[in-house]
C-alpha cells in the first residue's frame, strides 16, 4: 500500500472575506501553501502544526479531547480557515499539531471535498459532482 501527499493551499477565512468586502487590501490576505500534506483516513479533521496556524492568524475557539497515537490528549482547536485542495475548496476548523509536524488532510474534509485516496496509484480521486454519480446526499 502507499500514502498519498497532496498540496493544500491555507488562506485565513476573515482576510478573505474582509478583502472581499474592502475593508483591507487583497494582497494582506493570510495565505500559505503546505506541499506535504497527508492523506489521512483514520484522522478525523485537518491537523496543522502550530507555526502554520499562527502564519495564518487564526483562532482558537476551544479545545478537544482527541485519541492520538501517544494515547487521549486534549488538543487545540482553531477556526476560519479556508483549503483549496486539487481545486476542491472548503471551510473548516483545524487541530494544532506540534511545529515541524506534517500537515493531516483528515476524513471529513476529504469526504465534504468529494476527494477519495487511491492509495495504489498515490493519489486522490475525484468523486464525481454533476448528475446522478454526485458524491453530494441531501436526506
Same mark, same amino acid.
Request: negative net charge; glycine residues 12%.
Given at each position: 500500500m502507499g500514502k498519498v501527499i497532496v498540496s493544500m493551499t491555507l488562506t485565513n477565512w476573515a482576510d478573505q472575506v474582509l478583502a472581499d468586502r474592502g475593508f483591507i487590501p487583497a494582497v494582506d490576505i493570510r495565505t500559505c501553501t503546505v506541499d506535504n500534506a497527508l492523506v489521512d483516513t483514520g484522522t478525523t479533521r485537518l491537523c496543522l502544526p502550530v507555526d502554520v496556524i499562527e502564519k495564518l492568524g487564526l483562532k482558537k475557539i476551544g479545545t478537544i479531547d482527541a485519541q492520538t497515537a501517544t #494515547? %487521549?490528549?486534549?488538543?487545540?482547536? $482553531? +477556526?476560519?480557515?479556508? /483549503?483549496? @485542495?486539487?481545486?476542491?475548496?472548503? =471551510? $473548516?476548523?483545524?487541530? @494544532?499539531? %506540534? +511545529? #515541524?509536524?506534517? !500537515?493531516?488532510?483528515?476524513? /471529513? !474534509?476529504?469526504?465534504?471535498?468529494?476527494?477519495? %485516496?487511491?492509495?495504489?496509484?498515490? =493519489?486522490?480521486?475525484?468523486? %464525481?459532482?454533476?448528475?446522478?454519480?454526485? $458524491?453530494?446526499? /441531501?436526506l
Open positions: #494515547g %487521549p490528549q486534549v488538543v487545540d482547536v $482553531y +477556526a476560519g480557515l479556508q /483549503i483549496n @485542495v486539487e481545486g476542491r475548496e472548503g =471551510r $473548516y476548523d483545524c487541530v @494544532v499539531l %506540534p +511545529a #515541524g509536524q506534517t !500537515p493531516l488532510l483528515g476524513l /471529513i !474534509p476529504l469526504e465534504d471535498l468529494g476527494l477519495d %485516496p487511491d492509495l495504489q496509484n498515490q =493519489r486522490l480521486r475525484h468523486l %464525481p459532482t454533476t448528475g446522478k454519480e454526485t $458524491y453530494m446526499t /441531501i
